[in-house]
């Protein structure tokens, strides 16, 4: 089965950056499109960036921000490591959440189990 592990989140000072990391076992990596979402205090859910596999169908655009982190975030991947980034900079108080990578292809969904980034002084 699909797999999807994160890494990297941690306690960081406002301004300051983290790279988050979620690596992809169980499937070919280079087929799935993939996506990091973020769930803060009081909060639903939401996506944050997302990557393109390269092999879209529903969705045109390699890659895609929310309006929140455009300009501070950048999402990229390493197919040959099987992983999706997350580069997160002059970071927020607000940026405090449990970030989750996602995996899908078609109409197949995964997640990881999310890793913490609080964002305080």
């Known amino acids: 089965q699909i797999h999807l592990v994160e890494s990297g989140g941690g306690l960081v000072q406002p301004g300051g950056s983290l790279r988050l990391s979620c690596v992809f076992s169980?499937?070919?990596?280079?087929?799935?499109?993939m996506a990091w979402y973020r769930q803060g205090p009081r909060d639903e859910r939401k996506l944050v960036a997302y990557?393109?596999?390269?092999?879209?169908?529903?969705?045109?655009?390699?890659?895609y921000y929310a309006d929140s982190v455009k300009g501070r975030f950048i999402i990229s991947r390493d197919n040959a490591k099987n992983t999706v980034f997350l580069q997160m900079n002059s970071l927020k108080p607000e940026d405090t959440a449990i970030y989750y990578c996602?995996?899908?292809?078609?109409?197949?969904?995964?997640w990881g189990q999310g890793t913490q980034v609080t964002v305080s002084s």
């Open positions: 996602k995996a899908w292809v078609g109409s197949h969904d995964y």
């Open positions: 990557i393109g596999s390269g092999r879209q169908v529903h969705k045109d655009g390699s890659t």
């Open positions: 169980g499937g070919i990596f280079s087929g799935f499109s």
